[in-house]
């Protein structure tokens, strides 16, 4: 084995230009390997806000599992209606504290996926037709003074 330099050159084709690393799903040059999909990695805006919405339906689901929790817990206090209640009390206060955690973070994750999208669809020729929308929009006022001729 040589140094790192010379084994990242490998990893990464090196001098003979052959790459040494590649995703799975992409074939090699001689057309063999991989699982067949196109050579360019590729992103869409649509792409990310389908991702950025699956995971806040999550924290949608992981909601409604709460509730679902919440109801069963209806009566189990009450003295003497069931020996195991304080454990089971225990086992509740765990679950909640994990699910209203978990909900937290599929909603921040949401807005972070959705933003990855947003950014990366607002390139600088995308960002300049923006704020040519906006000067269209709002107009400066006329300069002080009148016209000029």
Not at 2 to 19: M, Q
Request: glycine share 18%; aromatic share 6%; with cysteine.
């Amino acid at each position: 084995m040589g140094s790192f330099e010379e084994e990242w050159a490998r990893l990464r084709g090196g001098p003979s230009g052959e790459p040494g690393m590649r995703l799975a799903s992409v074939p090699a040059a001689d057309g063999g390997g991989g699982g067949g999909g196109d050579a360019d990695v590729q992103s869409t805006r649509p792409a990310w806000t389908a991702a950025g919405t699956a995971v806040g339906g999550l924290a949608g689901d992981v909601k409604k599992a709460l509730t679902g929790l919440e109801t069963g817990q209806t009566g189990l206090a009450a003295k003497g209606a069931v020996e195991s209640a304080g454990a089971q009390s225990e086992v509740y206060a765990s679950w909640k504290t994990y699910l209203e955690a978990l909900s937290g973070r599929c909603t921040a994750l949401q807005g972070k996926l959705e933003r990855a999208g947003n950014d990366l669809f607002l390139t600088d020729d995308n960002l300049e037709g923006l704020f040519i929308e906006l000067a269209k929009h709002y107009q400066d006022t006329p300069a002080t003074g009148g016209q000029e001729r």
